[in-house]
């Protein structure tokens, strides 16, 4: 649920953007910024000294990287298909299933979707989304003996994003098999990054194995927030950063033992916690409410997070947790540029995707230009459906 004041922080972001904007148009008319530029909405810089980065890799390995990229044409394609699902099963979540819960996948974009202090927690994994995404696009581009002019950095809004920029009379010359080659690469290499770490997102284990040289396996649960119009929030004795040991005499390692525990709407539960500062354990008990998702269950009204104590007393007890959700956004981002990424929408590298297949079934130019009209429409349409759905439903719970 969003507030105002959620979305006034972009207000100040356009505002700044519109100075810097000026400010820059000023600047040009006495300096030469040739690799530099700034929009309304944008901003790039480019070089052409990184242009033989990877090239020396590319010739000592080019028949394996061409059977290893051949595969990313079949992922590719894989993920095309489950973007429109996704889009589609998302709207059948909105309006026929459960309208009003978060759907099971979402668009991301700052201030809307997600808010502003989330989208910071997200930055780290989109500037790792976006480096092995355009580097798997230069690979492939040396591989098919394509000139790259320039590769940069750019700000589109407030996201983050690396591109390659090839000589595209030549790219476009290459035979659509190499075009399809190169325009898979980079969702195909998000989807391995996101397979990479979803190991240490959804297992415990391995997670705390990274942790394991500062951090005590878990030992109970942070209470990180105290929601407010609910039970712990009328009461001092317990605060956000203590630490929950047991409850109803059941010991609490994770929260996984937490979730184990069934409360009753109305039922006393006994707490047993250390306290954040001074370490005591104490001791407190509290009736449970309603849980308005679940009639038949209780609640508290708390966030709770797994607790690994720190091996040395320097290091912050939160840590972990951020860490946590560092590893979360890298692997949830990679899997959501790679989907939205192969929509057949104009400028994503679904839609030349799309054009080479068509090319490689000899279509001729008129068919093929409806046809790309066609999805493009189609695809744009379930996106900005699915952004209306997601804006209206927020606005009625407000």
Known sequence: MYSLTEFSWLIDVVLLWIVVYIIFRLIKKYIKLDNVEIGPLYA????SRLNNFLLDIVIKYEKALYVFYIVGVIVGLG????????????????????????????????????????????????????????????VTLHLSKVKIKSVGFAFVFLIPAAFVEPDENEFKAINPKRRLIVLAAGSYMNIIVALIFLPLVINPYLFHLLLSPFYAPSSGVIVSE????????????????????????????????????????????????????????????????????????????????????????????????????????????????????????YMLDGYGCLSAILDLLNMKK??????LILFSVISLFLVVLNLTAHIVLKIIQI
């Open 44 to 47: 790039f810089i480019k070089t």
């Open 79 to 138: 993920l095309m298909c489950a973007a429109f699902y996704l889009l589609i099963s998302n709207l059948i979540h909105y309006f026929l299933i459960a309208p009003g819960p978060e759907p099971p996948a979402k668009i991301i974009i700052p201030g809307v979707t997600v808010t502003g202090y989330v989208f910071l927690k997200m930055l780290p994994g989109i500037l790792l989304v976006f480096i092995p995404h355009e580097l798997s696009h230069k």
């Open 226 to 345: 105290i929601l407010p119009n609910y039970p712990l929030s009328n009461q001092t004795i317990l605060t956000e950063g203590d630490v929950i040991i047991e409850i109803n005499g059941k010991p609490i390692k994770s929260v996984a033992d937490l979730r184990s525990i069934r409360v009753l709407p109305g039922e006393t539960v006994y707490i047993k916690f250390m306290n954040h500062s001074s370490h005591e354990i104490c001791e407190l008990s509290i009736v449970a409410a309603q849980d308005p998702k679940n009639p038949n269950r209780g609640i508290l009204g708390y966030i709770p997070k797994n607790y690994y104590p720190p091996k040395f007393p320097f290091l912050p007890i939160y840590l972990p947790h951020i860490m946590y959700e560092v590893l979360f956004w890298i692997f949830f981002l990679s899997l959501n540029i790679g989907l939205i990424n192969m929509l057949p929408i």
């Open 366 to 371: 008129k068919t093929k230009k409806i046809i």
